[in-house]
C-alpha cells in the first residue's frame, strides 16, 4: 500500500472537473467516498520511493537490455547459394534455418550427426544434411521433417551446396568426386572427378550453369553443370577454404586455409593472385563485388580490401567468438553469429552495430539500437530494458517499436525501411507511470458493488492510459466513477475510481498505466476474497463463416469457411454442456453474416456476466492497413471501408461484456504475396492481438499467412487452422496436462505443434496444385496465446 508522506495543494484539486460516467448512477455517499478516498490519496500522496526516483530522472533514463533467458551455444554456420538463407548448428546438435529476406527462423531440426555437413537450399525451404556414407538427409526447413533422401556413390560428402533455383544440388566428396542430383526427382544427373583430393570449397554461379570447386590440396577448377566436364583453374598454396562468384558469374574468388586470395576469370589463362589476408585460425567470408572479404578471429572482424589487403573497417564482437559470418559490400552490411547464441548484424559505412538476435532453445529475440524488435512472444517476453533498477519487457513498447521482417530490412533484403520510432532507445527509455492500487472500505460481498481507485504518476514518460484488469479481463470504461489529474512540482498524477463486481471466492485485480508510447509500466496487483456462492455460467459461442461474397470477385469466394463455423460451434456446444450451466450459439453464416449482424451479436454480449464466457469464432477474408485490421463481413466491398467490421468495433464489444473469460479463433486469409506484404500483415495482426485484444483480456489464437487464399483443403473439408482446432477441441489437445478437459491454451499449443505437419502432409500430396495456389513456402504459423485460460469441454469416456 502507499505510504502517505508527501503533501500536495488541495488548491491545485480545487479546480479539477469532476467526470461521472452517465450509465452508473452512483449513490450519493459513494461518489462522496471515492472524492475523499482521491482527494487523500493525492494529499497524502505517493511513496517515498516513487518521489526519490522522479529526482533522479528529468526526462528519459538510461536504459540497458536485459535478456534473461538460456541462449544456445553454436559451432557451426552455412549459407545458401545467393546468400538469402542460413543455417546453424548448436552444441546440442540442433540447427535452425533463417530466412533473410523474411526475417525469421524456422523451427529446430534435430536428430542430424555431428560431423555432417549441411546447408539450406537457395529458396529457404530445404536443409540438406550430408554424412560419411555418402547420403544426404533432405529435411523441410521450416518443420524440420525428414523427406527422400539421396545416396550417392563418392563416400564421405565434405561440400553441399544447392542451384539457385533450389531445383539441383552438388555434392563434393573427400575422394574428389562431384555429383549432380535433380532433387525434386531424386536422380543422380552426373559424376566426375574434381581432383584426387577432398573437395573444400564450392560456389555456385548465378545463372545455374557452372559451378567452382577447391581442393585440400590448392587446386582448383569450374564445371560444366550440363556435362559435368570439369576444367582446371590452377592452383593456390594450401587446402581451398572458400569460394565465392560475382554477381555477373564471369568470375571467381578463392581463399586458401593460409588466406592467399586467388581472384579468377573464367576462362582466363592465369591466376591472378590477390592478397594475404590475415586469416590465422579464424574463418573469411566474401562479398559477391569480389572487392572485399570479412575475416573473423575470436571476437574482432575486419574488412579487407581482397586485392590489396589493407584494413577498411574494424568491428567487435559483443561477447563471444565468431563462428560464421556474411558480407555484402553492396548494401554495406555485415552479419556474424556468434558462439553465445547470437546473430549480429553491422552497418559497415557507419562502423556500427545495428542490431542483435538472442536465440534460444524455443525462439528468438531482436532488438535494435533504436529500440524497435521482432522475435516470438516467448523469447521476447524474457527481453527488458532495465532502468532506474527497473525492469520493463520490450513488448511493453509494442505499438510504437514492433517491426515485423526488421531483420529483412536492416539487411537491405526488403523494399522498405525500419519502422519510425519517436524516440531512439540511444538516447534512453522513456519511463511509464508508477501506478497503486487502494480499495475503498466496503463489504466484501460477491455480486455487490466494490469501489477501487487507481492512483498513476508520471516519471518522465507521460501518462496516457489507466487500465484496471479484474480476473485478467479489462474494466468497462463504464465502470469508471470519476478520473481526476493534478500537476505537483511539474508531475503529471492521475487517479481514477472504478466501480466493480466481484465474484464469488479469490478475486484478483491488476492495473497498470501506460506512457506516451503505449508502454506499459509495472503492474499493481490487489487480492481480495468475497462472499457469495459461486455459480457455473453461460458459455456463449458466436461462429461467423462467410465462404459466399456477393460483391466480390469470383476469385475472391472462399469454399469452407462457412462449414468451419459450423463445425466449431457444434463441437464446441456438445463438449461445453457438462461444463456449463447452458451453452447459447448464434451462428452467422454466409448472407446472415452480414456487418449489422455481427455488430447486433457483438453487442449482446454486454449482457453476460462475470461468470460467464465467450468464444468468437471469425472464418473468412480479413485484411489490415496502416489503421486498423479488418474482418470483411459478407455484404462488404473491397473498395468501400466502411462496409468492413473493424478490429476496435471487435474489441470495444468484447471489452464492454461482462463475460471475465474470453477466446477469439481467428481462420482468416489475407491478399497479397510479397515478403514486404507478409511482414505488413504480420505487423497489423500484431496491433490487432496488442491493442486490440491482449490489453482487453482476451485470449487469441489465429494464424499469418502470406497466401491470397488461406490454405483450405476439400479432401479435409476445412481450413488448414479449422481442422487442427477441432481435433485438438475432440481431445488430441488434452496433453498439458492430461486432465479429461480441454482448455484453450491447450488448444492454442496444440495448433502451434501441429499445422506445419498438416500443411506438408497436404503439399506432399499434390505439390504442383499446392504450389500454384500458395507457392513454394510453407504455411508459417504465427499463434498467439493471451488472456485468461478458458475450458472448452470435457473429451473424457
Partial sequence: ???????????????????????????????????????????????????????????????????????????????????????????????????????????????????????????????????????????????????????????????????????????????????????????????????????????????????????????????????????????????????????????????????????????????????????????????????????????????????SGQSIAQVTGETDRVIGIQIDDKAQRLIAATADGKLIVWDLAAKKELLSIFISPTGWALVDRQGRFDGTADALQNVSWNANKLNFPVTTLQQAFSDPGLLAAALKKSAREPRAVPQSMEKGLPLPPKIEIEPVPNDKVAGKPYQLIVIAEDQGGGIKDVRLYHNGKIVSVGAMLEQKDAENDGRHIRVVGYNVWPTP??????????????????????????????????????????????????????????????????????????????????????????????????????????????????????????????????????????????????????????AQRVFVVVDSCYSGGTVDRFNAVTSFQTRFLDNGLRSAGVQVLTATRRDQMAPESVQLGYGFLTYVVLQGLQGAADKYPKDGVVTSQEVARYTYDTIPQVFLQQKERNPRAFAQAYGEAIQEPAIYSLGADLTLGAVGK
Avoid at 538427409?137 to 542451384?163: C, F, H, N, V, W
Avoid at 586469416?279 to 572482424?301: C, E, Y
Avoid at 459461486?534 to 456477393?550: E, Q, T
Wanted: a positive charge; aromatic letters at 6%; one cysteine or more.
Fill in 1 to 307: 500500500m502507499i505510504r502517505r508522506s508527501r503533501l500536495f495543494s488541495l488548491a491545485t484539486l480545487a479546480g479539477l472537473s469532476t467526470g461521472l460516467a452517465a450509465s452508473h448512477a452512483i449513490a450519493q455517499d459513494v461518489t462522496g467516498s471515492i472524492n475523499n478516498t482521491i482527494t487523500q490519496s493525492i494529499t497524502g500522496s505517493i511513496s517515498d520511493a516513487i518521489s526519490s526516483t522522479i529526482t533522479e530522472n528529468v526526462v528519459y533514463a538510461k536504459a540497458k537490455l536485459r535478456v534473461s533467458m538460456p541462449l544456445l551455444r553454436f559451432k557451426q554456420f552455412a549459407v545458401a547459394t545467393g546468400g538469402n538463407h542460413l543455417a546453424l548448428r548448436a552444441e546440442d546438435g540442433s540447427i535452425r534455418v533463417w530466412n533473410l529476406q523474411r526475417g525469421s527462423q524456422g523451427r529446430a531440426i534435430t536428430g542430424t550427426a555431428a560431423n555432417a555437413i549441411f546447408v539450406p537450399s537457395a529458396d529457404g525451404s530445404r536443409l540438406l544434411i550430408g554424412d560419411a556414407t555418402g547420403k544426404v538427409d533432405i529435411r523441410d526447413a521450416l518443420t524440420g521433417k525428414p523427406g527422400l533422401g539421396l545416396t550417392g556413390q563418392g563416400g564421405q560428402i565434405t561440400q553441399l551446396m544447392t542451384s539457385n533455383d533450389a531445383q539441383f544440388v552438388l555434392i563434393g566428396y573427400g575422394s574428389g568426386v562431384v555429383e549432380y542430383w535433380d532433387v525434386n526427382k531424386r536422380s543422380r544427373l552426373w559424376q566426375g572427378h574434381a581432383g584426387k583430393t577432398a573437395v573444400t570449397a564450392i560456389a555456385m554461379a548465378p545463372g545455374d550453369d557452372k559451378a567452382a570447386v577447391g581442393l585440400a590440396d590448392g587446386s582448383l577448377g569450374s564445371i560444366d553443370l550440363k556435362t559435368g566436364k570439369v576444367a582446371p583453374l590452377g592452383k593456390t598454396d594450401q587446402a581451398v577454404e572458400t569460394m565465392q562468384f560475382s554477381a555477373d558469374g564471369k568470375r571467381v574468388a578463392a581463399i586458401s586455409c593460409s588466406g592467399q586470395a586467388s581472384l579468377l576469370t573464367l576462362g582466363g589463362k592465369a591466376v591472378a593472385a590477390g592478397a594475404k589476408l590475415p586469416i590465422g585460425d579464424g574463418i573469411v567470408a566474401v562479398a559477391d563485388t569480389l572487392r572485399v572479404a570479412a575475416v573473423a578471429q575470436g571476437k574482432a572482424i575486419s574488412v579487407v580490401d581482397l586485392a
Fill in 505 to 658: 471466492g479469490a478475486n484478483v485485480f491488476q492495473a497498470v498505466a501506460t506512457g506516451a508510447y503505449d508502454n506499459e509500466g509495472q503492474k499493481a496487483e490487489f487480492r481480495e476474497t468475497f462472499t457469495g456462492q459461486a455459480g457455473a455460467g453461460i458459455l456463449n459461442i458466436i461462429a461467423v463463416g462467410v465462404s459466399k461474397y456477393p460483391n466480390l470477385a469470383p476469385t475472391d469466394q472462399l469454399r469452407v469457411a462457412s462449414s468451419d463455423a459450423q463445425a466449431v460451434a457444434s463441437t464446441v456446444g456438445g463438449r461445453a454442456k457438462p461444463v456449463f450451466k447452458s451453452v447459447q450459439t448464434r451462428q452467422l453464416l454466409d448472407g446472415q453474416a452480414t456487418r449489422a449482424n455481427i455488430l447486433q451479436a457483438l453487442g449482446a454480449l454486454k449482457n453476460t456476466k462475470p461468470e460467464d464466457a465467450i468464444l468468437l469464432f471469425l472464418s473468412g477474408h480479413g485484411f489490415g492497413n496502416e489503421d486498423d485490421w479488418y474482418f470483411i463481413p459478407s455484404d462488404a466491398r473491397f473498395d468501400d471501408p466502411k462496409s468492413w467490421l473493424k478490429a476496435s468495433e471487435i474489441r470495444n464489444a468484447l471489452q464492454a461484456a461482462g
